[in-house]
Nanobody, 125 residues
Framework: QVQLVESGGGLVQAGGSLRLSCAAS????????MGWFRQAPGKEREFVAA????????NYADSVKGRFTISRDNAKNTVSLQMNSLKPEDTAAYYC??????????????????WGQGTQVTVSS
């Protein structure tokens, strides 16, 4: 059974940084694009960033461009999200997800078929 487990969330002041990690079990991690989504209380889940199977193609939401960086290590079955210059509006539960779209790092949640349990990020003003 393939599972995704997020870690690295926490409480940080505005302007600070956090690094989220997602560990995937299973031997075929490198065959999939991976993405990060977030959901704030009372809001719909929204796309944050995605990376294709090779790591050579990435996609970011406009709200995080220039501040967040997604990366992956296929040898370690991990995908990470480096978050810098954090803002209070970044406060949300962050979810790692696996996409069946191998080559294109999609922003659509409809192409993601496996989700982690989430890790909370809280940014204080």
């Amino acid at each position: 059974q393939v599972q995704l487990v997020e870690s690295g969330g926490g409480l940080v002041q505005a302007g600070g940084s956090l690094r989220l990690s997602c560990a995937a079990s299973g031997r075929v991690f490198s065959s999939y694009s991976m993405g990060w989504f977030r959901q704030a209380p009372g809001k719909e889940r929204e796309f944050v960033a995605a990376i294709n199977w090779s790591g050579l193609s990435t996609n970011y939401a406009d709200s995080v461009k220039g501040r967040f960086t997604i990366s992956r290590d296929n040898a370690k079955n991990t995908v990470s999200l480096q978050m810098n210059s954090l803002k209070p509006e970044d406060t949300a539960a962050y979810y790692c997800a696996r996409s069946w779209s191998r080559a294109y790092p999609s922003a659509s949640p409809n192409v993601y078929d496996l989700w982690g349990q989430g890790t909370q990020v809280t940014v204080s003003s």
